[in-house]
Protein backbone atom coordinates (compact mmCIF):
# COMPACT_ATOMS: atom_id res chain seq x y z
CA UNK A 1 0.00 0.00 0.00
CA UNK A 2 1.51 3.49 -1.07
CA UNK A 3 0.56 7.07 -0.62
CA UNK A 4 2.22 9.56 -2.91
CA UNK A 5 3.03 12.85 -1.89
CA UNK A 6 3.11 14.90 -5.17
CA UNK A 7 5.02 12.30 -7.39
CA UNK A 8 6.92 10.66 -4.59
CA UNK A 9 5.87 7.35 -3.64
CA UNK A 10 5.71 6.58 0.12
CA UNK A 11 5.47 2.86 1.92
CA UNK A 12 2.25 2.49 4.14
CA UNK A 13 2.43 -0.48 6.10
CA UNK A 14 0.97 0.53 9.17
CA UNK A 15 -3.18 1.12 8.15
CA UNK A 16 -4.01 -1.85 10.00
CA UNK A 17 -2.94 -0.95 13.32
CA UNK A 18 -5.24 2.35 13.61
CA UNK A 19 -7.88 0.01 13.50
CA UNK A 20 -8.68 -0.98 17.23
CA UNK A 21 -8.04 2.49 17.93
CA UNK A 22 -10.91 3.68 17.07
CA UNK A 23 -13.01 1.77 19.16
CA UNK A 24 -13.77 3.92 22.88
CA UNK A 25 -13.27 7.13 20.39
CA UNK A 26 -16.59 9.56 21.42
CA UNK A 27 -17.80 11.63 19.04
CA UNK A 28 -20.93 14.39 18.24
CA UNK A 29 -22.14 14.05 15.13
CA UNK A 30 -24.29 17.39 13.99
CA UNK A 31 -26.54 17.57 10.70
CA UNK A 32 -29.39 16.67 8.77
CA UNK A 33 -30.45 13.51 10.47
CA UNK A 34 -32.68 11.83 6.98
CA UNK A 35 -34.98 8.57 8.05
CA UNK A 36 -33.95 6.51 4.45
CA UNK A 37 -36.52 4.01 4.06
CA UNK A 38 -36.31 1.39 1.53
CA UNK A 39 -39.62 -0.75 -0.33
CA UNK A 40 -38.45 -3.25 -2.04
CA UNK A 41 -40.82 -5.05 -5.02
CA UNK A 42 -40.40 -7.65 -7.72
CA UNK A 43 -41.17 -6.46 -10.62
CA UNK A 44 -44.14 -8.74 -12.84
CA UNK A 45 -45.32 -6.77 -15.40
CA UNK A 46 -45.54 -3.15 -17.17
CA UNK A 47 -48.18 -0.83 -15.67
CA UNK A 48 -51.14 -0.02 -18.44
CA UNK A 49 -51.18 3.30 -17.07
CA UNK A 50 -48.12 4.76 -17.50
CA UNK A 51 -44.90 3.19 -19.04
CA UNK A 52 -43.10 2.05 -15.56
CA UNK A 53 -43.39 -1.33 -14.03
CA UNK A 54 -45.49 -2.65 -11.59
CA UNK A 55 -44.02 -3.36 -8.29
CA UNK A 56 -45.24 -6.46 -6.03
CA UNK A 57 -44.61 -5.33 -2.73
CA UNK A 58 -41.69 -7.98 -0.53
CA UNK A 59 -39.83 -5.61 2.27
CA UNK A 60 -39.41 -2.53 4.08
CA UNK A 61 -35.99 -1.24 5.36
CA UNK A 62 -35.50 1.72 7.50
CA UNK A 63 -31.60 3.14 7.84
CA UNK A 64 -30.75 6.40 9.35
CA UNK A 65 -29.58 8.68 6.53
CA UNK A 66 -27.63 11.85 5.68
CA UNK A 67 -25.74 13.22 9.14
CA UNK A 68 -27.41 10.01 10.88
CA UNK A 69 -24.91 7.47 8.49
CA UNK A 70 -21.49 8.70 9.64
CA UNK A 71 -22.96 7.98 13.41
CA UNK A 72 -23.98 4.48 12.51
CA UNK A 73 -20.30 4.23 10.41
CA UNK A 74 -18.46 5.43 14.34
CA UNK A 75 -20.33 2.94 16.29
CA UNK A 76 -19.91 -0.10 13.99
CA UNK A 77 -16.05 0.67 13.89
CA UNK A 78 -16.53 0.56 18.06
CA UNK A 79 -16.46 4.16 18.83
CA UNK A 80 -19.48 6.38 20.81
CA UNK A 81 -21.76 8.65 18.62
CA UNK A 82 -23.86 11.48 19.92
CA UNK A 83 -26.33 12.58 17.10
CA UNK A 84 -27.45 15.87 17.24
CA UNK A 85 -30.05 17.37 14.49
CA UNK A 86 -33.48 18.04 14.43
CA UNK A 87 -36.59 16.00 14.04
CA UNK A 88 -40.14 16.63 13.85
CA UNK A 89 -43.18 15.32 15.81
CA UNK A 90 -44.31 12.59 13.61
CA UNK A 91 -43.88 8.71 13.42
CA UNK A 92 -40.98 9.22 10.97
CA UNK A 93 -39.52 10.38 13.88
CA UNK A 94 -39.86 7.97 16.45
CA UNK A 95 -38.94 5.67 13.54
CA UNK A 96 -35.59 7.21 12.98
CA UNK A 97 -34.81 7.86 17.01
CA UNK A 98 -35.76 3.60 17.19
CA UNK A 99 -33.23 3.03 14.34
CA UNK A 100 -30.41 5.31 15.85
CA UNK A 101 -30.68 3.60 19.33
CA UNK A 102 -30.70 0.03 17.96
CA UNK A 103 -27.63 0.48 16.09
CA UNK A 104 -26.16 2.05 19.38
CA UNK A 105 -26.22 5.41 18.69
CA UNK A 106 -27.02 7.97 21.23
CA UNK A 107 -29.98 9.75 20.61
CA UNK A 108 -30.70 12.42 23.04
CA UNK A 109 -29.36 15.67 20.72
CA UNK A 110 -32.18 14.94 18.69
CA UNK A 111 -34.79 17.96 19.48
CA UNK A 112 -38.16 17.89 17.78
CA UNK A 113 -39.50 20.99 15.94
CA UNK A 114 -43.22 21.00 15.54
CA UNK A 115 -43.10 23.09 12.85
CA UNK A 116 -41.49 20.62 10.43
CA UNK A 117 -41.31 17.07 8.89
CA UNK A 118 -38.82 15.19 10.12
CA UNK A 119 -36.91 14.35 6.92
CA UNK A 120 -37.43 11.07 4.62
CA UNK A 121 -36.50 9.97 1.82
CA UNK A 122 -38.55 6.86 -0.29
CA UNK A 123 -36.92 4.71 -2.33
CA UNK A 124 -38.70 2.15 -4.71
CA UNK A 125 -36.75 -0.64 -5.86
CA UNK A 126 -37.44 -2.86 -8.12
CA UNK A 127 -36.07 -6.84 -7.60
CA UNK A 128 -35.49 -7.86 -11.07
CA UNK A 129 -33.03 -11.20 -10.64
CA UNK A 130 -29.90 -9.00 -10.31
CA UNK A 131 -27.94 -9.49 -6.78
CA UNK A 132 -29.19 -6.21 -5.75
CA UNK A 133 -32.62 -4.88 -6.53
CA UNK A 134 -32.97 -1.41 -8.63
CA UNK A 135 -34.24 1.90 -7.61
CA UNK A 136 -37.02 2.94 -9.57
CA UNK A 137 -37.94 5.92 -8.08
CA UNK A 138 -37.43 8.49 -4.70
CA UNK A 139 -39.52 10.90 -2.93
CA UNK A 140 -38.82 13.17 -0.05
CA UNK A 141 -40.50 14.87 2.03
CA UNK A 142 -38.22 17.60 4.01
CA UNK A 143 -37.79 21.21 4.72
CA UNK A 144 -34.84 23.45 3.86
CA UNK A 145 -36.01 26.16 6.30
CA UNK A 146 -33.13 27.12 8.80
CA UNK A 147 -34.21 25.90 12.39
CA UNK A 148 -35.90 28.75 14.83
CA UNK A 149 -33.74 30.06 17.54
CA UNK A 150 -35.63 28.36 20.17
CA UNK A 151 -34.24 24.96 18.64
CA UNK A 152 -30.95 26.13 17.78
CA UNK A 153 -30.36 26.97 21.58
CA UNK A 154 -31.62 23.63 22.67
CA UNK A 155 -28.67 22.21 20.22
CA UNK A 156 -26.20 24.30 21.45
CA UNK A 157 -27.12 23.92 25.49
CA UNK A 158 -26.35 19.69 24.47
CA UNK A 159 -23.48 20.01 22.46
CA UNK A 160 -22.45 22.44 25.64
CA UNK A 161 -23.61 19.54 28.03
CA UNK A 162 -21.69 17.15 26.11
CA UNK A 163 -18.54 18.38 24.64
CA UNK A 164 -16.05 17.82 27.57
CA UNK A 165 -16.51 14.05 26.85
CA UNK A 166 -16.10 13.42 23.33
CA UNK A 167 -12.73 13.54 21.14
CA UNK A 168 -14.29 15.05 18.35
CA UNK A 169 -17.07 16.82 16.66
CA UNK A 170 -18.37 15.92 13.04
CA UNK A 171 -20.47 18.03 10.93
CA UNK A 172 -22.89 16.52 8.21
CA UNK A 173 -23.88 19.28 6.24
CA UNK A 174 -26.84 18.40 3.78
CA UNK A 175 -28.52 21.78 2.99
CA UNK A 176 -31.28 21.09 5.61
CA UNK A 177 -31.12 24.41 7.69
CA UNK A 178 -29.71 22.35 10.93
CA UNK A 179 -25.90 23.97 10.68
CA UNK A 180 -26.45 27.88 10.79
CA UNK A 181 -23.72 30.45 11.25
CA UNK A 182 -25.07 31.30 14.52
CA UNK A 183 -24.51 27.70 15.74
CA UNK A 184 -20.84 27.16 14.26
CA UNK A 185 -19.89 30.52 16.19
CA UNK A 186 -21.22 28.57 19.50
CA UNK A 187 -19.23 26.04 18.61
CA UNK A 188 -16.30 27.60 17.62
CA UNK A 189 -16.56 29.56 21.29
CA UNK A 190 -16.59 26.24 23.23
CA UNK A 191 -14.48 24.09 21.12
CA UNK A 192 -11.06 23.88 23.46
CA UNK A 193 -8.75 21.47 21.81
CA UNK A 194 -11.44 19.57 20.15
CA UNK A 195 -11.05 18.14 16.72
CA UNK A 196 -13.53 19.74 14.37
CA UNK A 197 -14.49 18.03 11.35
CA UNK A 198 -16.97 18.48 8.14
CA UNK A 199 -18.61 17.47 5.57
CA UNK A 200 -19.23 20.76 3.50
CA UNK A 201 -21.04 19.28 0.31
CA UNK A 202 -19.93 22.75 -1.11
CA UNK A 203 -20.58 24.78 2.30
CA UNK A 204 -17.25 25.59 2.69
CA UNK A 205 -17.01 29.43 3.99
CA UNK A 206 -19.36 28.16 6.88
CA UNK A 207 -16.75 25.95 8.10
CA UNK A 208 -13.86 28.25 8.19
CA UNK A 209 -11.18 27.59 10.63
CA UNK A 210 -12.02 24.10 11.07
CA UNK A 211 -9.48 21.01 11.27
CA UNK A 212 -10.25 19.45 8.45
CA UNK A 213 -13.18 19.72 5.84
CA UNK A 214 -13.79 17.10 2.92
CA UNK A 215 -15.27 17.29 -0.10
CA UNK A 216 -15.88 15.75 -3.58
CA UNK A 217 -14.49 16.69 -6.93
CA UNK A 218 -17.68 18.45 -8.26
CA UNK A 219 -17.42 20.85 -5.50
CA UNK A 220 -14.81 21.48 -5.62
CA UNK A 221 -15.14 22.48 -8.94
CA UNK A 222 -18.46 24.52 -7.90
CA UNK A 223 -17.06 26.03 -5.58
CA UNK A 224 -14.14 27.43 -7.19
CA UNK A 225 -15.70 27.95 -10.55
CA UNK A 226 -13.34 25.68 -12.93
CA UNK A 227 -12.75 22.31 -14.32
CA UNK A 228 -10.33 19.93 -11.90
CA UNK A 229 -9.40 16.75 -13.87
CA UNK A 230 -5.19 15.94 -13.34
CA UNK A 231 -3.25 15.39 -9.96
CA UNK A 232 -1.93 18.90 -10.59
CA UNK A 233 -4.78 20.69 -10.80
CA UNK A 234 -6.24 18.76 -7.45
CA UNK A 235 -3.16 19.28 -5.77
CA UNK A 236 -3.45 23.64 -6.67
CA UNK A 237 -7.15 23.07 -5.66
CA UNK A 238 -6.42 21.55 -2.20
CA UNK A 239 -4.05 24.29 -1.98
CA UNK A 240 -6.17 26.82 -2.35
CA UNK A 241 -8.65 25.90 -0.25
CA UNK A 242 -6.49 24.95 2.68
CA UNK A 243 -5.41 28.09 2.75
CA UNK A 244 -8.31 30.29 2.24
CA UNK A 245 -9.99 28.39 4.76
CA UNK A 246 -7.80 28.57 7.51
CA UNK A 247 -7.95 25.02 8.05
CA UNK A 248 -6.01 23.20 11.39
CA UNK A 249 -4.93 20.11 10.00
CA UNK A 250 -6.15 20.10 6.48
CA UNK A 251 -8.50 19.55 3.65
CA UNK A 252 -9.37 16.38 1.54
CA UNK A 253 -11.05 15.85 -1.76
CA UNK A 254 -12.56 12.56 -2.61
CA UNK A 255 -12.27 11.94 -6.33
CA UNK A 256 -14.33 8.54 -6.65
CA UNK A 257 -11.49 5.75 -8.71
CA UNK A 258 -9.11 8.42 -8.53
CA UNK A 259 -8.41 8.61 -4.60
CA UNK A 260 -8.24 11.69 -2.59
CA UNK A 261 -6.17 14.28 -2.52
CA UNK A 262 -5.20 15.40 0.60
CA UNK A 263 -3.08 19.15 1.39
CA UNK A 264 -1.72 19.83 4.56
CA UNK A 265 -1.34 23.68 6.23
CA UNK A 266 2.14 23.41 4.89
CA UNK A 267 1.38 23.18 1.51
CA UNK A 268 2.32 19.20 0.87
CA UNK A 269 -0.03 17.31 -1.03
CA UNK A 270 -1.00 13.68 -1.36
CA UNK A 271 -2.15 11.66 -3.53
CA UNK A 272 -4.23 8.21 -2.18
CA UNK A 273 -5.00 5.92 -4.04
CA UNK A 274 -8.44 3.77 -3.85
CA UNK A 275 -8.54 -0.01 -3.84
CA UNK A 276 -9.16 -1.60 -7.04
CA UNK A 277 -12.92 -1.92 -7.35
CA UNK A 278 -14.73 -3.66 -10.64
CA UNK A 279 -18.44 -4.48 -8.88
CA UNK A 280 -19.21 -0.89 -7.73
CA UNK A 281 -22.95 -1.24 -7.41
CA UNK A 282 -24.05 2.15 -5.02
CA UNK A 283 -22.35 5.20 -4.13
CA UNK A 284 -24.81 6.39 -1.95
CA UNK A 285 -23.29 6.32 1.74
CA UNK A 286 -19.26 6.42 0.34
CA UNK A 287 -18.95 9.95 1.25
CA UNK A 288 -20.54 9.59 4.68
CA UNK A 289 -18.37 6.60 5.72
CA UNK A 290 -15.44 8.37 4.58
CA UNK A 291 -15.68 11.33 7.27
CA UNK A 292 -17.03 8.99 9.70
CA UNK A 293 -13.90 6.86 9.16
CA UNK A 294 -11.46 10.59 8.42
CA UNK A 295 -12.48 11.78 11.80
CA UNK A 296 -12.81 9.00 14.31
CA UNK A 297 -8.90 7.95 12.89
CA UNK A 298 -8.14 11.41 13.44
CA UNK A 299 -9.40 11.45 16.47
CA UNK A 300 -7.10 8.47 17.73
CA UNK A 301 -4.40 9.97 16.24
CA UNK A 302 -3.85 9.19 13.07
CA UNK A 303 -2.05 11.58 10.97
CA UNK A 304 -4.01 13.18 8.27
CA UNK A 305 -3.22 11.09 5.26
CA UNK A 306 -3.77 7.40 7.05
CA UNK A 307 -6.74 8.85 7.76
CA UNK A 308 -7.49 9.95 4.64
CA UNK A 309 -5.90 6.39 3.16
CA UNK A 310 -8.24 4.48 5.83
CA UNK A 311 -11.47 6.17 4.59
CA UNK A 312 -10.98 5.99 1.27
CA UNK A 313 -10.49 1.89 1.51
CA UNK A 314 -13.63 2.36 4.09
CA UNK A 315 -16.05 3.53 1.17
CA UNK A 316 -14.52 1.45 -1.42
CA UNK A 317 -16.67 -1.42 0.69
CA UNK A 318 -19.23 0.59 0.78
CA UNK A 319 -19.80 1.12 -3.14
CA UNK A 320 -20.11 -2.47 -3.15
CA UNK A 321 -23.54 -2.33 -1.17
CA UNK A 322 -27.06 -0.52 -2.07
CA UNK A 323 -27.96 1.62 0.09
CA UNK A 324 -26.15 3.14 3.51
CA UNK A 325 -23.63 0.56 4.61
CA UNK A 326 -21.08 0.71 7.58
CA UNK A 327 -18.24 -1.73 7.38
CA UNK A 328 -16.98 -3.61 10.23
CA UNK A 329 -13.50 -3.88 11.75
CA UNK A 330 -13.07 -7.36 10.33
CA UNK A 331 -13.83 -5.92 6.85
CA UNK A 332 -11.53 -2.69 7.18
CA UNK A 333 -8.61 -5.30 7.90
CA UNK A 334 -9.57 -7.72 4.93
CA UNK A 335 -9.74 -4.81 2.17
CA UNK A 336 -6.25 -3.19 3.27
CA UNK A 337 -3.64 -4.52 1.05
CA UNK A 338 -0.87 -6.66 2.32
Known sequence: ?????????????????????LAGVRIIVVG??????????????????APIPVLEFESRRLIGGGAANPAANIVTLGGKALQVGVVGVDG?????????????????????????????????????GLRFPQQVARLDKLSREPIPAEIERQLCAFIEAEIEGVNALLFSDYDGGVITKSLLAVVHALRGDHLLTADAQGQFDKYAGFDVIKCNADDARAYLRRDLRTHEE?????????????????????????????????GAVYQCPTPTITDVYDTVGAGDTSIAVLTQALAAGAPLVEAAMLANIASGIVVRRVGNYAPTPDELVAAIPS
Open 234 to 266: FALAARELCAALRLGQGMVITRGGDGATVCTPD
Open 32 to 49: DVILDEYLTGRATRMSRE
Open 92 to 128: EADALRQTLAARGIDVRGLIADGERPTTVKTRLMAQM
Open 1 to 21: MTRKKDHEVVNVTDLKTWIPK
